[in-house]
């Protein structure tokens, strides 16, 4: 006899644990009626977990078991800290995302500020000349959404001529403050999502592409409609209807959206395009955007730089403030930036995130270098986990 489909149980832990941690799930689009928010005791949620955990082990198709195994894992870990027990942060990070945090080398990092201080135009110092040229390439908060209408457009179709979407599928987009994070993808369910860009600190024309690729086509908004037409719809693993945002699934799908702009563009082609028609599209001069890009590489060299003050913060028990002059230093960033970097790494429920976007953009990209094309494909429209781009990459 086939074992009972652990889909409703999973859903239905997923809302009791939400209401004890709001935020944890991320998007909902499955059964109204599984979709119960009474808060139980830690202790009695601890115990279920252990029990699906046992349950899902008995899940006939290998890649659905292996998805469930280790989200129902970081359920566990979960009960466990809303029970009150003080867990390592590295341990905290390992069962929650089945990834071990990184620390940035010191000396790499120094490396990567001197190649920045050389790439940078202008007097003054590494932070002045940085955030000035931030400045010259920021958008109008009211031009931010005319640019990207076309930009999207084009993102849209590169997408759908290279790996597919299903019909139906779509997003709204606007813009919010007062929020910890730069853009966010909410997945509504029935193949829609929302999309919001934080205007708290400019957006800038250079990194537009990336973070709208990044939130929408062929990111986050692309990888829950693929898998929800997919898995969902078509397989019945309702599992998919729900998305939480502490558990291994995060790992693939922020290194899906970091990689998602060069699964659709090469270097040269978005260096291109932002010079040659977005750059006149948004009234900025081409010399200013093409300078942010060539100090790219060298900023490439402090994508440590988060993970490292989570670390500090978290494991090492430094004072905020000490933490807030290394990301200062590093980043290099204004104290505004600064402070909303540590304002995200604040956050109960993306203190151990921090590291999906490097650990996870680290793995697909390897995964990319390894299968291509395809690869990306497959992880848009299958349920693969850590564990198995740890092991095929390595």
């Given at each position: ?55 899902v ?22 009960t466990?800290?809303l ?55 920021a ?102 209807s ?14 899906i ?21 977005l ?9 200013d ?26 494991a ?6 000490e ?72």
């Amino acid at each position: 006899m086939p074992a009972p489909d652990p889909a409703e149980r999973y859903i239905r832990l997923a809302h009791a644990l939400d209401a004890h941690a709001p935020g944890f799930i991320d998007g909902y689009g499955g059964p109204a009626e599984w979709a119960d928010r009474t808060r139980r005791d830690p202790a009695e949620l601890h115990a279920e977990a252990l029990a699906l955990q046992g349950e899902v082990g008995g899940v006939e198709d290998a890649a659905r078991r292996d998805f469930l195994t280790v989200q129902v894992r970081a359920m566990v870990t979960l009960t466990r800290l809303l029970g009150g027990e003080t867990l390592p942060y590295a341990e905290e990070v390992r069962g929650l995302y089945d990834i071990d945090p990184v620390r940035a080398d010191e000396s790499e990092l120094d490396a990567a500020l001197r190649s920045l201080d050389a790439a940078l135009p202008g007097s003054g110092t590494l932070e002045e000349r940085e955030e000035a040229l931030r400045a010259r390439v920021a958008l109008p908060v009211g031009d931010i959404l005319r640019v990207a209408e076309p930009l999207l457009a084009a993102l849209r179709e590169r997408t759908r001529e290279r790996f597919g979407l299903p019909e139906g599928e779509g997003f709204s987009i606007g813009l919010v403050q007062d929020k910890p994070w730069s853009g966010y993808n909410w997945p509504l369910g029935n193949l829609q999502s929302r999309i919001d860009l934080n205007t708290d600190l400019p957006v800038l024309l250079p990194a537009l592409p990336d973070l709208l690729a990044h939130e929408g086509y062929p990111g986050h908004h692309t990888e829950h409609a693929t898998k929800e037409a997919r898995l969902v719809r078509e397989k019945g693993w309702h599992e998919h209807s729900i998305q939480l945002i502490n558990a291994p699934e995060c790992v693939v799908s922020e290194g899906i959206a970091v990689n998602a702009l060069r699964a659709l563009m090469d270097r040269e082609e978005v260096e291109a395009w932002l010079t040659g028609e977005l750059a006149p599209l948004a009234g900025l001069d081409p010399d200013d955007v093409r300078a942010f890009l060539a100090a790219g590489r060298a900023r490439e060299g402090l994508r440590g730089v988060s993970g490292t003050a989570a670390l500090m913060l978290h494991a090492d028990g430094r004072p905020q403030a000490e933490v807030l002059d290394f990301i200062r230093h590093y980043a290099p960033a204004s104290e505004a930036r600064a402070r909303q970097t540590l304002r995200f790494l604040s956050q109960p429920q993306f203190r151990a995130y921090i590291f999906t976007y490097g650990v996870g953009g680290d793995l697909v990209r390897g995964w990319m270098e390894r299968e291509g094309a395809d690869g990306f494909a497959r992880l848009l429209r299958e349920p693969l986990t850590p564990g198995h781009l740890r092991g095929e990459v390595a």
